[in-house]
């Protein structure tokens, strides 16, 4: 079992969709937890980090923590077709320097 | 320069050939991280320096897989005698700070290795 688990999609949307994407993770001590957006053929971009349970918002974007059941979520309101891209999870160990990933989700926002 | 810069963005090997893979991090950036992308998987951690040093090496998947950064800047990660596995996406990521919890990565285009 690894780590850090997502369903790997595809997930199609229309445009102005709300998007749940969703990891597990198994190592009750972890703390933190990134969201990374990944375009074709290029590398992984930070979007979101947070700290230990509840909800974190930047613009259309909110990420939701919830260590009672290793659940991590990315919601993204008003889905538009830029948001087309694999999505990441991950979380550092406890030296941070290494992150573990989840296998990504790919989604795609049609117009 | 502005982000991370990986070199070459493509290299088709052939198998048992040995390769080299350079990253130009961002300038005054002091960790340096290389991971392994296989196809519609999440990037898998590989080796980590802290300047010149290389701290962790846990991720590296053989003895075949080397990497170092001799002056705390460029890196390379070299891989000899390729084999059909070795083909992924290599990504390296660069961060400003040092220890601690580096989670202010930049990452790289990353490079595309095939083995043939």
């Known amino acids: 079992q690894k780590e850090v688990e997502q369903d790997p999609g595809p997930l199609s949307v229309p445009e102005g969709a709300i998007v749940s994407l969703n990891c597990t993770y198994s190592?009750?001590?972890?703390?933190?937890f990134m969201w990374y957006r990944q375009y074709s053929r290029k590398g992984p971009e930070l979007l979101m980090y947070t700290y230990s349970s509840g909800n974190k918002e930047d613009g259309r974007f909110t990420a939701q923590v919830d260590k009672s059941s290793k659940y991590i979520s990315l919601f993204i309101r008003d889905s538009q077709p830029s948001d087309s891209a694999t999505y990441l999870c991950?979380?550092?160990?406890?030296?941070?320097?290494?992150?573990?990933f989840g296998g990504g989700t790919r989604l795609m926002v049609k117009p | 320069g502005a982000g991370v810069s990986q070199s070459p963005r493509y290299k088709v090997a052939k198998r048992g050939q040995d390769v080299a893979l350079r990253c130009d991090p961002i300038s005054g950036h002091v960790s340096l991280f290389w991971y392994q992308q296989a196809l519609g998987q999440g990037p898998e951690f590989l080796t980590y320096f802290q300047n010149e040093a290389q701290l962790d090496k846990s991720g590296l998947p053989s003895d075949r897989f080397f990497a170092e950064r001799p002056e705390g800047s460029v890196s390379t990660l070299k891989i000899q005698r390729t084999q059909q596995e070795d083909s992924a996406v290599y990504l390296c990521?660069?961060?400003?700070?040092?220890?601690?919890?580096?989670?202010?990565?930049?990452f790289g285009s990353g490079t595309r290795l095939t083995v043939v």
């Open positions: 990521a660069s961060s400003l700070v040092g220890g601690e919890l580096n989670y202010g990565y930049t």
């Open positions: 991950a979380t550092p160990n406890n030296a941070g320097n290494m992150l573990t």
């Open positions: 190592n009750s001590a972890f703390q933190y």
